[in-house]
C-alpha cells in the first residue's frame, strides 16, 4: 500500500420582476437573500448553469474540464475561511473533476492547469480543490481569458497525496498531462441561466439541492460495499453535517483495518483532505486516539482508516471519531459555513 453540451444545474425558479432580475445578475447582489446563514449547510440562493469544455481519459484517470460565470467562494486554512472575490479581468469561473476512470472515485491530488491562445500563455494557476452542492468534490477556480476564441488548457494532475491499495496505485501515483481545447465566448457566459430559490422553497434553511444528474463520483453506494466487505460491521455515527461510516476489513499485515467512510449528510459526498483520528471509550473515559489515514480504493473508493488490533476494538463500548482538522477544502455558498469545528461522533462497539 503507498500513497498517494451545457449541463443542467438546475435549480427552483424565483418568479421576479425584470428590474429585480438585473439586479441580483450583478455578482453578489444575490447574497443579500441569504442575510445570516446557518452554521451549517443551507440552501443556497441560487445555482448557475454550466458550459462542458470536454473530457479526457489518460492514463487511467479521466478529467472533464466545465466553466460557469466568476463568482466569488471560500477558501480554507485551518478553520479559517475567507472570501475570494470576483475580479473585473475574471471571465470563467473554470472547474476540473478528476476522477479514477474504472471505478469513478475522486482523486485527492494537486490540479494546474496553463491556458494558452494562439500559442500563448494566458495563465498558469494550481486550481483550488472545492466542494459545490451540485458538483461535490471538484478542482476550480475564477481565472481570466484573452477575449473570444480557441484556447488550450494543460491539465497536469499530480500522483495522488492518499494511500491507494486495490490496483489503483498503477494509474493513481504518476502524475500526468491532459490537453484540452474549448472556445470560449464572452456572450455564452453572461447567457447561461441562473436560477434563483425561492424562499419558500428553502433558500437559507439547513439542506442542499440535488446532486448533477451525471455526477461521477461513485459514492452512492459505498457505505454498501462497505457493511458487505466488512469483517466486523460497527455502524455509523453522526456529526452534524457529516455522517460516519465504520468498519472493520481485511487484515493487513496481521493487524486489522479501521476503515471510516465520511460522507456529507445531505449529497453524500466524499470529504478529502480532513485530518481525522478515532478514539475507544469505555465507561465513559476515552482513550488515546489514533490518526486516521486518507485512503483509495476500488471497493470503498475515498476513505480513511488505519490498522488496529482487534483486542483494542473488543475491549471498548463506543469509538469516537474526531475531525482534528476540517476538510481543507474551498467552498461554494450553501458550503462555507459547514464542516469547521464538528464535535466528535460516536458510535457504539458490539464485535461479540
Same mark, same amino acid.
Given at each position: 500500500m503507498r500513497r498517494r453540451d451545457a449541463l443542467a444545474a438546475g435549480g427552483l425558479v424565483l418568479s421576479l420582476s425584470a428590474g429585480c432580475l438585473e439586479t441580483l445578475e =450583478? !455578482?453578489?447582489?444575490? =447574497? !443579500? &437573500? #441569504? @442575510?445570516?446563514?446557518?452554521?451549517? @449547510?443551507?440552501?443556497?440562493?441560487? @445555482?448557475? !448553469?454550466? @458550459?462542458?469544455?470536454?473530457? !479526457?481519459?489518460?492514463?487511467? /484517470?479521466?478529467? *472533464? &474540464?466545465?466553466? $460557469? /460565470?466568476?463568482? *466569488?467562494?471560500?477558501? #480554507? $486554512?485551518? $478553520?479559517? =475561511?475567507?472570501?475570494?472575490?470576483? =475580479?473585473?479581468?475574471?471571465?470563467?469561473? &473554470?472547474?476540473? *473533476?478528476?476522477h479514477d476512470a474504472e471505478t469513478g472515485t475522486v482523486v485527492p491530488t494537486s490540479v494546474t492547469t496553463t491556458i494558452r491562445s494562439r500559442d500563448e500563455r494566458v495563465d498558469e494557476r494550481t486550481l483550488w480543490p472545492m466542494l459545490s452542492q451540485r458538483m461535490g468534490f471538484h478542482y476550480g477556480d475564477n481565472v481570466p481569458l484573452d477575449g473570444d476564441g480557441r484556447y488550450v488548457a494543460t491539465v497536469r494532475i499530480e500522483p495522488t497525496s492518499a494511500d491507494v491499495a486495490d490496483g489503483l496505485d498503477d494509474r493513481l501515483e504518476t502524475a500526468t498531462t491532459v490537453d484540452l481545447e474549448f472556445d470560449y465566448a464572452a456572450d455564452e457566459i453572461e447567457g447561461l441561466e441562473r436560477r434563483l430559490i425561492d424562499a419558500d422553497e428553502g433558500r437559507g434553511d439547513a439542506g442542499a439541492v440535488e446532486p448533477m444528474d451525471d455526477r461521477d463520483d461513485g459514492d452512492d453506494d459505498h457505505r454498501d460495499r462497505l457493511e458487505e466487505l466488512a469483517e466486523s460491521w460497527i455502524g455509523t455515527a453522526t456529526s452534524g453535517d457529516l455522517e460516519f461510516s465504520l468498519a472493520v476489513i481485511e487484515a493487513e499485515r496481521g493487524r486489522d483495518v479501521l476503515a471510516v467512510l465520511p460522507r456529507t449528510r445531505h449529497n453524500r459526498y466524499p470529504i478529502p483532505f480532513a485530518a481525522l483520528s478515532v478514539a475507544p471509550v469505555r465507561g465513559g473515559a476515552t482513550g488515546r486516539s489514533v490518526s486516521l489515514g486518507e485512503r483509495l480504493g476500488a471497493d470503498l473508493g475515498h476513505h480513511y482508516g488505519t490498522a488496529v488490533e482487534r483486542r483494542v476494538l473488543e475491549g471498548a463500548d463506543e469509538l469516537a471519531v474526531t475531525v482534528d482538522a476540517p476538510p481543507q477544502v474551498s467552498r461554494h455558498e450553501g458550503y462555507e459555513t459547514a464542516f469547521l469545528d464538528p464535535e466528535p461522533a460516536t458510535v457504539d462497539v458490539d464485535l461479540e
Open positions: =450583478r !455578482e453578489d447582489a444575490w =447574497r !443579500e &437573500l #441569504v @442575510v445570516d446563514p446557518p452554521d451549517g @449547510v443551507y440552501v443556497p440562493p441560487k @445555482v448557475d !448553469e454550466m @458550459v462542458s469544455y470536454g473530457t !479526457e481519459t489518460v492514463d487511467g /484517470r479521466t478529467l *472533464s &474540464l466545465a466553466a $460557469t /460565470r466568476p463568482h *466569488s467562494f471560500w477558501t #480554507v $486554512t485551518g $478553520t479559517d =475561511r475567507a472570501r475570494a472575490d470576483v =475580479r473585473n479581468y475574471h471571465a470563467i469561473h &473554470l472547474m476540473a *473533476s478528476a
